[in-house]
């Protein structure tokens, strides 16, 4: 068996045509310009690069972009009035803080300062308990990729047995959370979990957010499963380049596995593309119109 591969780079190319299409026409219809608002703290190279990444996507959808580079010395209560601004700021309908942030800055209280309307991200507490409960929320994007990712497999995920690995407030909880409002069965598998290969072998779904370059094997793959790879890690590749993997062993896996995401290629460019889809989100909530349709 050879795995089908999902692409999620078409899959994020086709979700992004379609926020694009509607901007558009919102923009014609109601003159609503929706905005998003980068706020990048330091200079960590990777975050420069997923940060231009995100504001050349935007522009490209027709919204509003703006950046505000700060210091990497700036004080919690500067960067917190930064945010407070964003928040009334007319202009700005998503507010995105990217992390980390530095040591003397608590990202929670940053977090829980960005007005839940405008939090793009999903990881406001407001956002986080509505998502919980059940009630309409703006959920974090690289959990909602990862659903999308797998609708493609799967015409419902109703009473599949899913496998989250991984269980941090960014991926995992928030990804559970969607898969149980998807109706499928879900456990959530961490460090501490005892025989984790035996587990992953149960479940006809596996979403791999473990933070460790290629830690899942074709022996931790049910023949058949669908696999969604979260992970992105920098490993060496000899002669002092690097190359990049995900958390999954892509090439024993695709042996074993029925649909496979790819790293890069996979889930990456479905975050940025459920980011552009969120910002519409919000810019329509908070003027007050329907929820698009995208």
Known sequence: MTARIIDGK?????????????????????GLKPGLAVVLVGNNPASEIYVRSKSTRTLAAGMRSSMHALAAEISEA???DVVRALNADRSVHGILVQLPLPPQIDPHKVIGTIDPAKDVDGFHPVNAGNLAIGLPALVPCTPLGCIRLARTVHAS??????????????VGKPLAQLLLGENATVTVAHSRTRDLPGLSRRHDLVFAATGHPEMVKRDWIRPGATVIDVGINRVAAGGGKSRIVGDVAFAEVKEAAGALTPVPGGVGPMTIACLMANTLKA????????????
Request: glycine share 6%; hydrophobic share 55%.
């Open 10 to 30: 078409a899959l994020a190319d086709d979700l992004f045509a379609r926020v694009a299409t509607e901007v558009k026409r919102l923009e014609a219809t109601y």
């Open 78 to 80: 500067e960067l917190l």
């Open 157 to 170: 995920l109703a009473g599949l047995d899913a496998l989250v690995i991984g269980r941090s407030n960014i």
């Open 283 to 294: 810019a329509c909530a908070i003027a007050g119109l329907p929820a698009p349709d995208v």
